[in-house]
């Protein structure tokens, strides 16, 4: 069983930056993958970023790539996220997820943290 806790989230002004951490907790013996989604008020949860258990990443292409990066810490079980260049439509609770076979973008992950709210004013 896996337990996971997002810290870090809160209100940034835009063009700020935050780092959302991911602690997971309870003995595993899979090298599970994680990653972060978020949810903004009245729209789906949609995916941010992945990182497998060696470290490789993927992050959105088209709004994300290049000021969100995913990284993680296997000996501490966290799981980080840098947010830079941040703008008021990345408003949202960001969940942190975690998945022995890699993160999915719809609700397979095995499990999900309570999330953090990420708050950009203009």
């Known amino acids: 069983q896996v337990q996971l806790v997002e810290s870090g989230g809160g209100l940034v002004q835009a063009g700020g930056s935050l780092r959302l951490s991911c602690a997971a907790s309870g003995r595993t013996f899979s090298r599970y993958a994680m990653g972060w989604f978020r949810q903004a008020p009245g729209k789906e949860r949609e995916f941010v970023a992945a990182i497998s258990y060696y470290g490789e990443s993927t992050a959105d292409t088209d709004s994300m790539k290049g000021r969100f990066t995913i990284s993680r810490d296997n000996a501490k079980n966290t799981v980080y996220l840098q947010m830079n260049s941040l703008k008021p439509e990345d408003t949202a609770v960001y969940y942190c997820?975690?998945?022995?076979?890699?993160?999915?973008?719809?609700?397979?992950?095995?499990?999900w943290g309570r999330g953090t709210q990420v708050t950009v004013s203009s």
């Open positions: 997820a975690a998945n022995p076979s890699g993160i999915v973008r719809g609700k397979g992950n095995a499990y």
